[in-house]
């Protein structure tokens, strides 16, 4: 029989018993009542489904059910769902998701390649098999927290030793177990991996160790020479066990040093195309010469393990595919100083990621993700920053972090800030033109300095922040909007020009913005101010050339007093 549209079983107290198989072509949905496969073959289900906290019942038999969809199982919500799998095999053979809701499998095989996500429950399995295909970035992610036990044999195969297949966690740095019998395991990476049961500790052939790791064993590390001048990373004939030796070695696994030195490249401006989603441990470009280029070639980017070394005079560049730091020991980006054409994205669990070298990011972004960015006493230049989440993480430096979207919007992005200290980061500079967000979250700062030159756009502020010094030298009239809550700051180093007042004002149609400062005096002029309260201790004296533009308390639209401190 074959159907292409939707089914929905839904009988309570009903049962439903195929008698011969069926090519579905769409999907299942078990609301209420009792499914029995009977041991018939199922092909082009896109999805079985049945997430609701009625009654009712699914049987599979020695049913062999092959599943096309995205999302394969979905039984996220599995109360009074009674599950009994047999004999059966699932089969999926698109990339999915799937939700087991914590039940028990019999054999259950990914064939799709792409990404595979196991979700938010803790199931069983008899036989779990994961076969990748001719795809570099293939993945398997097990929820974090998450124990998947395995009775049978755990198998996960990827398609070469370049064609891998990454097992890692829904969060990084949060682990997973696989409680296995038996494992087989095939070029494949592990990344938050907890092994357990008889077969632990995980060996197999060509294993990767990305971090976070307890009982799955890596492949020995070893040190590759790169020797081929241009070409790709993943081709063997570029990789040598010795410097300027003989090529044709394995390429780089994530555990491995990769170095680049005087025998790399014989001529000028050759390049290194990274085509490997997951790169070495260390990757080190000290002592190269005839200054070569290394282009990012994987869409989303690709990993470093450890430290990466650039040196003077070589090129990065990537067309928006970046570098992404995922270290679980304290290393070191080391910048050259370089112009580096490529987002950054730190996911650093438990650890530092040292920055040095003053590297222009032009406009390209930051991402940080989790860990601690030590920008040391560096200055760097980069499109955007944002460190968005729950995840421990820190900025820490005495620099300057210059953000200079040409389009503005939100150039410092930590509106969702728990778990993130900020309170010893670099000064933290805008200079974009455009209309520009600060979204601090809420948190302690250093030093905020909006440098628009002689942009127009204005700054608008989010979040109820304290700043050492909050510092405005735009030289036209501009605005800067605060949000109806206590802004503090040690010190509030803006005035405006003569002719060019910078503007102060509220979020919104209502309400009051507050600024407290402890002590001292606050000397400013050429302001146009509504709307706010100044309060904490200190004077707040405006200057003869300001305006009081109604509903403020608190300030002084005076110049200071005689002997007035200047902060």
Request: with cysteine.
């Amino acid at each position: 029989m074959a159907t292409a549209s939707p089914v929905t079983f839904n009988g309570v107290g009903g049962t439903w018993q195929l008698a011969g198989a069926w090519n579905v072509g769409s999907s299942w949905t078990v609301t209420n009542g009792t499914l029995d496969t009977n041991g018939q073959t199922v092909t082009n289900l896109t999805v079985l489904s049945s997430n609701n906290s009625n009654v009712r019942t699914i049987t599979l038999g020695a049913s062999d059910i092959t599943i096309t969809g995205t999302t394969s199982i979905t039984f996220t919500t599995s109360t009074n769902l009674t599950f009994t799998a047999g004999t059966s095999t699932i089969r999926c053979t698109a990339p999915s998701t799937f939700n087991g809701g914590g039940k028990t499998f019999a054999t259950v095989i990914f064939s799709g390649g792409g990404t595979n996500t196991i979700g938010n429950h803790s199931n069983t399995f008899g036989t779990f098999t994961d076969t990748g295909t001719v795809n570099k970035t293939g993945a398997l992610v097990f929820n974090s927290g998450t124990t998947q036990t395995v009775t049978g044999t755990f198998t996960v195969t990827g398609d070469s030793p370049t064609n891998r297949v990454l097992v890692k966690s829904s969060t990084v740095g949060t682990a997973y177990t696989i409680n296995a019998a038996v494992v087989s395991l095939t070029n494949v990476d592990f990344q938050d991996a907890t092994g357990a049961g008889a077969a632990a500790p995980f060996t197999g052939t060509s294993i990767g160790d990305c971090g976070g790791n307890s009982q799955v064993t890596g492949t020995t590390p070893v040190t590759r020479y790169w020797i081929g001048g241009t070409g790709s990373w993943s081709a063997s004939s570029e990789w040598s066990a010795s410097s300027g030796g003989a090529g044709n070695e394995t390429v780089p696994l994530c555990h491995d040093t990769a170095n680049f030195d005087a025998n790399s490249f014989s001529a000028g401006s050759q390049t290194v195309t990274c085509d490997m989603p997951r790169t070495g441990k260390d990757v080190n470009f000290t002592g190269v010469t005839n200054t070569p280029a290394l282009t990012l070639g994987v869409a989303g980017g690709s990993a470093f393990f450890g430290s990466l070394t650039f040196v003077s005079g070589m090129t990065v560049n990537g067309g928006g595919n970046g570098l992404n730091f995922e270290g679980r020991a304290t290393t070191t980006f080391a910048t050259a100083g370089l112009s580096v054409g490529v987002p950054v994205s730190v996911s650093v669990a438990g650890t530092t990621l040292t920055v040095t070298g003053n590297a222009d990011f032009g406009q390209q972004a930051w991402t940080h993700n989790i860990g601690t960015i030590d920008f040391t006493s560096t200055n760097q230049s980069m499109k955007s920053f944002s460190t968005t989440n729950s995840n421990t993480r820190a900025v820490v430096g005495t620099g300057t972090l210059t953000l200079t979207a040409t389009a503005g919007g939100t150039l410092w992005n930590a509106v969702t800030s728990t778990g993130l200290t900020v309170s010893s980061a670099p000064t933290i500079k805008f200079t974009s033109t455009a209309a520009s967000i600060f979204a601090g979250g809420g948190k302690t700062y250093r030093d905020f300095w909006y440098a628009p030159g002689a942009g127009t756009g204005g700054l608008s502020i989010t979040g109820a922040n304290t700043f050492a010094d909050f510092k405005d030298d735009g030289t036209v009239a501009h605005t800067i909007t605060f949000p109806n809550v206590t802004t503090t700051v040690s010190s509030f180093t803006v005035s405006g020009n003569s002719g060019q007042l910078i503007t102060l004002q509220r979020t919104g149609g209502s309400g009051t913005w507050t600024l407290s400062d402890a002590s001292g005096n606050n000397c400013r002029d050429f302001l146009s101010i509504s709307n706010s309260a100044a309060t904490g201790g200190a004077g707040w004296y405006a200057g003869t050339g300001s305006t009081d533009g109604g509903g403020n308390t608190g300030w002084t639209f005076t110049a200071c007093p005689a002997g007035g401190l200047l902060f």
